[in-house]
T-cell receptor, first 113, second 114 residues
Framework: DAKTTQPTSMDCAEGRAANLPCNHS???????VYWYRQIHSQGPQYIIH???NNETNEMASLIITEDRKSSTLILPHATLRDTAVYYC??????????????FGKGTKLSVIP | NAGVTQTPKFQVLKTGQSMTLQCAQD?????MSWYRQDPGMGLRLIHY???????DQGEVPNGYNVSRSTTEDFPLRLLSAAPSQTSVYFC?????????????FGAGSRLTVL
């Protein structure tokens, strides 16, 4: 399985960009990188995903290195409401030909006023 | 469009009791799954289904049963509850089971087993 490694916690000043790193050195060629976040004990919220190319949506940008061994989630202008646990996940192939999300412990991002 | 709906939101059981956590989605998603989350931990996969009539085990299946008789519903059954099953349970669904399909999660069901 492709495992991910993330810092346990990070701080970011309100209004600044938050850059959350993730290592996934054993990722396979057809496995996607996903980012979710979880605020308190709510259900995980999808942020963005990508395979090889950099991606951007209304919430964030995802930068994937050319060798695909690491990626960075960028929240361009962090607000207090972005305080959450952020999970970097590789969706790996498992039984019955399906792909599963395997969650780690994530990065606790604290946005500071 | 309600997305993924889980019931109940909170439940307290005594050891040995049985119960069913309900999960329903109205997005015509083929893939559905159940996760549990313990304090300070990430989510762990219990069971999943790639379509009606098809289920498979995840990382932590012991003590749980599932069935998928319709596309919309994927209930999780606890046969004989144990304190170790105290956790928050999340149901999730996606259009398909390929790596490109985005999982949508429900709001969770918090279970306490005394």
């Amino acid at each position: 399985d492709a495992k991910t490694t993330q810092p346990t916690s990070m701080d970011c000043a309100e209004g600044r960009a938050a850059n959350l790193p993730c290592n996934h050195s054993t990722i396979s060629g057809n496995e996607y990188v996903y980012w979710y976040r979880q605020i308190h004990s709510q259900g995980p919220q999808y942020i963005i995903h990508g395979l090889k190319n950099n991606e951007t949506n209304e919430m964030a940008s995802l930068i994937i290195t050319e060798d695909r061994k690491s990626s960075t989630l960028i929240l361009p202008h962090a607000t207090l409401r972005d305080t959450a646990v952020y999970y970097c996940i590789v969706r790996v192939r498992s039984g019955a030909g399906s792909y599963q999300l395997t969650f780690g412990k994530g990065t606790k991002l604290s946005v500071i006023p | 469009n309600a997305g993924v709906t889980q019931t109940p939101k909170f439940q307290v059981l005594k050891t040995g009791q049985s119960m069913t956590l309900q999960c329903a989605q109205d997005m015509n998603h083929e893939y559905m799954s159940w996760y549990r989350q313990d304090p300070g931990m990430g989510l762990r996969l219990i069971h999943y289904s790639v379509g009606a009539g098809i289920t498979d085990q995840g990382e932590v299946p012991n003590g749980y049963n599932v069935s998928r008789s319709t596309t919309e519903d994927f209930p999780l059954r606890l046969l004989s509850a144990a304190p170790s099953q105290t956790s928050v349970y999340f149901c999730a669904s996606s259009m398909g089971s390929s790596g490109a399909n985005v999982l949508t999660f429900g709001a969770g069901s918090r279970l306490t087993v005394l």
